[in-house]
């Protein structure tokens, strides 16, 4: 039998002051309150998680959140530092965040500033383009794909988020060679238009399969604000693919990514252990 000590609490059976102590016997996990050389026995942590989590003081509610999700998911204590790599992935849709709203800000600028000159505004909207997805592809290889592949290595529920980041990279490298292509030769707005729609139908597909670890982790740790950003920000993405609300999907994702970076910082795995 091992046994982990989480905090300070007042324990729900007795009502006195002590320390909860998790023991583990044949893979059961079980909850006590240990009152000096008394103790409180109070059940199968499954059981009695909502009350004894609610019995903790505040500063050790994220402790315990931590022991429980890395208990759900299966994992040793020896590999939880791997799960930094979580923080990785938190920064580039961070990076991701701010490179989109600095663009979306250029691109409504460029709106007014050229909204006489048609062929112009068309022009700079493709370099625009061609620029964010070029830093696109670097942030999502540097921080997303390189941090799934990592999780992979640990669990191989989060390949899904290592196959999604490899298709967003596959996807932003045929948009940058497209936009490129465009800005050399005149393409036909319909086809144009056509084209960037079924690559952003991948990239949305990608941004599905790279969150769906993500939801699982936050369900694991208990933080459900992060799912809430990742069905906002998918709202977001389906709606780019709409002619003429683009500039209205863009703020949707934006406030779903945000509300997705805030709740992975919540996670004990997202931070150097």
């Given at each position: 039998?091992?046994?982990?000590?989480?905090?300070?609490?007042?324990c729900?059976?007795?009502?006195?002051?002590?320390?909860?102590?998790?023991?583990?016997?044949?893979?059961?996990?079980?909850?006590?309150?240990?009152?000096?050389?008394?103790?409180?026995?109070?059940?199968?942590?499954?059981?009695?998680?909502?009350?004894?989590?609610?019995?903790?003081?505040?500063?050790?509610?994220?402790?315990?959140d931590?022991?429980?999700?890395?208990?759900?998911?299966?994992?040793?204590?020896?590999?939880?530092?791997?799960?930094?790599?979580?923080?990785?992935?938190?920064?580039?849709?961070?990076?991701?965040?701010?490179?989109?709203?600095?663009?979306?800000?250029?691109?409504?600028?460029?709106?007014?500033?050229?909204?006489?000159d048609?062929?112009?505004?068309?022009?700079?909207?493709?370099?625009?383009?061609?620029?964010?997805?070029?830093?696109?592809?670097?942030?999502?290889?540097?921080?997303?794909?390189?941090?799934f592949?990592?999780?992979?290595?640990?669990?191989?529920?989060?390949?899904?988020?290592?196959?999604?980041?490899?298709i967003?990279?596959?996807?932003?490298?045929?948009?940058?060679?497209?936009?490129?292509?465009?800005?050399?030769?005149?393409?036909?707005?319909?086809?144009?238009?056509?084209?960037?729609?079924?690559?952003?139908?991948?990239?949305?597909?990608?941004?599905?399969?790279?969150?769906?670890?993500?939801?699982?982790?936050?369900?694991?740790?208990?933080?459900?604000?992060?799912?809430?950003?990742?069905?906002?920000?998918?709202?977001?993405?389906?709606?780019?693919?709409?002619?003429?609300?683009?500039?209205?999907?863009?703020?949707?994702?934006?406030?779903?990514?945000?509300?997705?970076?805030?709740?992975?910082?919540?996670?004990?795995v997202?931070?150097?252990?």
């Amino acid at each position: 039998m091992s046994s982990r000590s989480i905090g300070q609490g007042t324990c729900p059976k007795c009502g006195r002051r002590g320390t909860l102590v998790i023991k583990t016997l044949s893979g059961g996990y079980y909850a006590y309150y240990r009152h000096g050389r008394s103790w409180c026995y109070l059940g199968p942590l499954n059981k009695v998680y909502d009350e004894v989590r609610k019995s903790l003081d505040p500063n050790y509610v994220e402790e315990f959140d931590g022991f429980v999700g890395r208990v759900r998911l299966g994992l040793n204590e020896s590999v939880t530092s791997v799960f930094s790599r979580v923080g990785v992935i938190r920064m580039g849709i961070m990076y991701l965040l701010i490179l989109g709203i600095t663009f979306y800000i250029l691109l409504l600028m460029a709106l007014i500033v050229m909204s006489q000159d048609k062929p112009l505004l068309l022009l700079t909207g493709r370099i625009l383009d061609l620029i964010n997805n070029a830093i696109s592809l670097v942030i999502t290889y540097m921080y997303i794909y390189n941090g799934f592949l990592e999780l992979s290595k640990i669990d191989k529920t989060y390949g899904l988020g290592f196959g999604g980041s490899l298709i967003r990279l596959i996807a932003l490298l045929s948009l940058i060679v497209f936009d490129s292509i465009v800005l050399a030769i005149n393409v036909p707005a319909i086809t144009g238009y056509v084209i960037k729609d079924v690559i952003g139908a991948v990239i949305v597909i990608a941004w599905a399969l790279i969150f769906t670890p993500i939801y699982r982790l936050s369900n694991a740790f208990n933080v459900k604000s992060t799912n809430v950003g990742i069905i906002i920000a998918m709202i977001g993405y389906a709606l780019d693919l709409v002619p003429g609300i683009v500039l209205i999907g863009a703020p949707i994702q934006f406030i779903g990514e945000g509300i997705i970076v805030h709740g992975l910082g919540k996670l004990p795995v997202s931070r150097s252990q």
